[in-house]
């Protein structure tokens, strides 16, 4: 029978069937593909999870963030925090990668491929400072790209991911999107629905994980991992909190099914990074209470 048939007796059947008051089935969703092969079998995932050291901070926010422990403004101190089993990816930008990471191969590399200063002015925008080539070329595991949704940018800047996104396909290399609503179009940025809304941006646009703000609560945070479908989403770690806030928010992220945290001030602002990396390995891989892991300390 010539399939236009088929389809006209499947359409008229399903007519009757769905009219009597049933639910027409829906077909099953194909298992997403990339996702399991860029984030699973990737470095940049243990178990699922993920635990990024951020150092692009020099770049975004200039060396004020060094300041209350200055050894971070060496990246040989933050490369060497790196090597913390926890940390399965060190994010940086190009001039840091090319400078350091031939000393530390062991390091798994996140290349962040934009970022702009705090010295610009304008709507929110962020330069393209290396190629998924190059950064592959340099040794990047993984790539990274900040988009503010809501800018008057956020048509290039989605069209410059475009480029990135399906760059890192062909590479092979996992990407993680800085989901970031601000500008014109955003009044309030930390309001769980515009953080859900950045969640599912990053899904739309083809990001295997989302690095967001923590929208407020494990509830709102259910609802932004929701969204996201098969990208996983992790919290931005924000401003240095002292240890049992910032441990109680990374508890309710994994609480609400989240996949782990990208973080930055948070640890190479501590004057023991590594025992906060040591409670970070807790609560993430470990699935430990907040009270567990500060008491390991
Ligand atoms: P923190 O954990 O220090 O917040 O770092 C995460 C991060 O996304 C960095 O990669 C980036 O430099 C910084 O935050 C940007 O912060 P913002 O744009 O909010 O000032």
Redesign the pocket.
């Known amino acids: 029978m010539p399939s236009v048939y088929i389809v006209y007796v499947y359409e008229i059947y399903n007519f009757f069937w769905t009219g009597l008051g049933h639910v027409k089935p829906k077909p099953a969703l194909a298992t997403p593909t990339y996702e399991m092969r860029h984030i699973e079998h990737t470095p940049l995932a243990q178990d699922g999870k993920v635990l990024i050291l ?1 150092y ?2 020099g770049l ?2 200039g060396p004020v963030d060094f300041e209350p422990v200055p050894d971070s403004a060496d990246p040989e101190h933050v490369f060497k925090l790196a090597t913390h089993p926890a940390v399965t990816g060190l ?1 940086v930008q190009k001039g840091v990668a090319e400078a350091y990471y031939p000393e530390y191969e062991d390091v798994t590399l996140l290349a962040k491929l934009n970022g702009t200063s705090n010295l610009w002015m304008g709507e929110p925008d962020s330069a393209v400072n290396w190629s998924v080539e190059y950064a592959a070329e340099v040794g990047a595991d993984a790539v990274g790209f900040t988009l503010y949704g809501g800018s008057n940018r956020e048509v290039e800047m989605a069209e410059e991911f475009r480029d990135a996104q399906e760059a890192a396909r062909e590479h092979e290399l996992p990407v993680v999107m ?1 989901s ?1 609503p601000r500008g014109q179009g955003v009044k309030n940025d930390t309001k769980p629905g515009v953080i859900a809304y950045a969640a599912r941006q990053a899904l739309e646009l083809g990001a295997d994980v989302a ?1 967001v703000k923590y929208p407020g609560s494990k509830e709102a945070m259910e609802e932004v991992v929701e969204v996201a479908g098969p990208t996983k989403v992790i919290m ?4 240095k909190a002292d240890d049992r806030a910032f441990l109680e928010r990374v508890r309710a992220v994994m609480d609400a099914g989240g996949a782990g945290l ?5 640890v190479f602002q501590r004057d023991d990074p590594e025992a906060i990396l040591d409670a970070l390995e807790q609560v993430i891989f470990e699935d430990a209470s907040v009270d567990a892991a500060l008491a390991e300390r």
């Open positions: 951020a692009d901070h975004e926010h994010a800085w970031y690095k931005s770690g924000g401003s990208a973080v930055g001030r948070n």
